[in-house]
């Protein structure tokens, strides 16, 4: 749990998938894993991912679950890496964030879950043209869909446990039925 630093000079060409879980002093990810795909930080508020090296090249999942400073840090742009297709959010204690750096445009399932304090979606969704699927899980202050319309791409929506967005998303009378009529599969859950 005093975990400040992780920090490889050598590459490690033989990890796939890395968890890092329970380290709140843990501030700083240095090492290099170019063969990783899959990365989950959990409960690492205070964590800045691998700096001057980036995040890796074939990271194609990345889980992040009350890490906001890594969310919120301006020299994370993750729109930069083509390979990132699945990106979960979780435990997010703002009101809002930006896509337009954070979400890459390969991202094809988004998931933004138990976040208490969220109101508002990332401005800037329209633009992902490769989004496939988005989970609204357990956001209760979250209030709209953004003002652009959501992207032409995707295909399903789970909204759950979001009460002042359910009802602006039912159809055919929810206010914001028209940013998501094309979806096909729209499941709303209590």
Do not use: W
Request: one cysteine or more.
């Amino acid at each position: 749990r005093n975990l400040q630093r992780i920090s490889q000079k050598h590459a490690h060409n033989h990890v796939m998938y890395m968890t890092i879980n329970e380290c709140p002093q843990l501030e700083l990810l240095h090492i290099l894993l170019p063969s990783l795909e899959e990365l989950l930080i959990k409960d690492c508020p205070k964590v800045l991912p691998f700096p001057d090296v980036g995040l890796p090249s074939n990271l194609n999942r990345l889980t992040l679950y009350n890490c906001s400073k890594f969310i919120t840090s301006p020299e994370i742009a993750l729109g930069a890496h083509p390979s990132l297709k699945t990106l979960e959010i979780g435990k997010l204690d703002l009101e809002s964030f930006h896509a337009q750096d954070l979400l890459p445009h390969s991202l094809r399932y988004l998931c933004i879950y138990d976040c208490p304090s969220l109101q508002y979606l990332p401005e800037g969704l329209c633009h992902h043209s490769s989004l496939r699927e988005l989970f609204l899980l357990s956001c209760p202050r979250l209030q709209c869909l953004p003002d652009e319309d959501l992207p032409k791409s995707i295909s399903t929506l789970v909204i759950r446990y979001c009460p002042l967005l359910q009802p602006r998303c039912q159809r055919p009378e929810g206010e914001d039925c028209g940013k998501i009529a094309h979806i096909e599969n729209l499941f709303i859950i209590d």
